[in-house]
T-cell receptor, first 116, second 115 residues
Framework: GAVVSQHPSRVICKSGTSVKIECRSLDFQATTMFWYRQFPKQSLMLMATSNEGSKATYEQGVEKDKFLINHASLTLSTLTVTSAHPEDSSFYIC????????????FGSGTRLTVV | AQKVTQAQTEISVVEKEDVTLDCVYETRDTTYYLFWYKQPPSGELVFLIRRNSFDEQNEISGRYSWNFQKSTSSFNFTITASQVVDSAVYFCALGGFSGTYKYIFGTGTRLKVLA
């Protein structure tokens, strides 16, 4: 089945540094990937839609310069949290759309980011 | 606008009891998909089911069953003979609306199954 690998699973960084999170589709090509953010005990909020070879589409209220998304190949999308601050601490999850039309239901295992 | 409502924030049941998790959605689209996901304490999202808007047939998979009622915009999820391993947060999601591949998640229902 469709597998999405997300790394790292946990990361702790100092305030002001940048952190990169990778999302890879292992056994299928994904023209579209999605990045979600989940605060503790809350729902998942879509941050942006990542399209291979083009700019990401950000949801309203998401800072493009803070959350840089690069979808350089059909199997890899990266989310870089730039100049991280404690309020960026959260659980980030990616999802990749599997081309057979299953509407991107395959999710990565998530990355728990803690900014200290 | 699209919206998913899971009114039950938290449910506690004793093992072997049946439990139903409610999901009500709003959309103006005629074509859309509904999903249920399980999020155990480890955090990953586990896909449970996808249902398209044209298929109102109820589905059963082992101890899980889903009741899709388009007339009431509901897509409820029932676990029969619950087990401790069912303890998790369950999310209902709406997707594929307006030709997009976006999801809108409900706020989730935390299910605690007590031994």
């Amino acid at each position: 089945g469709a597998v999405v690998s997300q790394h790292p699973s946990r990361v702790i960084c100092k305030s002001g540094t940048s952190v990169k999170i990778e999302c890879r589709s292992l056994d299928f090509q994904a023209t579209t990937m999605f990045w979600y953010r989940q605060f503790p005990k809350q729902s998942l909020m879509l941050m942006a839609t990542s399209n291979e070879g083009s700019k990401a589409t950000y949801e309203q209220g998401v800072e493009k310069d803070k959350f840089l998304i690069n979808h350089a190949s059909l199997t890899l999308s990266t989310l870089t949290v730039t100049s991280a601050h404690p309020e960026d601490s959260s659980f980030y999850i990616c999802s990749a759309r599997e081309e057979r039309g299953l509407y991107g239901y395959t999710f990565g295992s998530g990355t728990r980011l803690t900014v200290v | 606008a699209q919206k998913v409502t899971q009114a039950q924030t938290e449910i506690s049941v004793v093992e072997k009891e049946d439990v139903t998790l409610d999901c009500v959605y709003e959309t103006r689209d005629t074509t859309y998909y509904l999903f249920w996901y399980k999020q155990p304490p480890s955090g990953e999202l586990v896909f449970l089911i996808r249902r398209n808007s044209f298929d109102e047939q109820n589905e059963i998979s082992g101890r899980y069953s889903w009741n899709f009622q388009k007339s009431t915009s509901s897509f409820n999820f029932t676990i029969t003979a619950s087990q401790v391993v069912d303890s998790a947060v369950y999310f209902c999601a709406l997707g594929g609306f307006s030709g997009t591949y976006k999801y809108i998640f409900g706020t989730g229902t935390r299910l605690k199954v007590l031994a």
